[in-house]
Nanobody, 115 residues
Framework: QVHLVESGGGLVQPGGSLRLSCAAS????????MGWYRQAPGKQRELVAL???????NYADSVKGRFTILRTSAVNTVYLQMNSLKPEDTAVYYC?????????WGQGTPVTVSS
């Protein structure tokens, strides 16, 4: 079992920055990858960025060059640094952890980009 707790969401103006955090607890030594997904109203949940245990990263095309996923050496905390935010980045952001093919999710943290 892995428990995920997110923080850092909020309201920001277009062009601004936010940093999301996700702390994992439980069987963290079994985590294969951690990442961030988002779900906007009326849309499906989509991958934003992920980082594997080995440190490989993958980003959605829509956030490349603006968002950066970071993880601690202990693999139990990941961050999503979001720069140059756009209104279309507005969504609830969910932390995800993959353990032996199973997905674990955080409760979600809302991000609103608006002037």
């Amino acid at each position: 079992q892995v428990h995920l707790v997110e923080s850092g969401g909020g309201l920001v103006q277009p062009g601004g920055s936010l940093r999301l955090s996700c702390a994992a607890s439980g069987s963290i030594f079994r985590i294969n990858a951690m990442g961030w997904y988002r779900q906007a109203p009326g849309k499906q949940r989509e991958l934003v960025a992920l980082v594997t245990r080995e440190g490989s990263t993958n980003y959605a095309d829509s956030v490349k060059g603006r968002f950066t996923i970071l993880r601690t050496s202990a693999v139990n905390t990941v961050y999503l640094q979001m720069n140059s935010l756009k209104p279309e980045d507005t969504a609830v952001y969910y932390c995800n952890a993959v353990v032996a093919g199973n997905d674990y999710w955080g409760q979600g943290t809302p991000v609103t980009v608006s002037s």
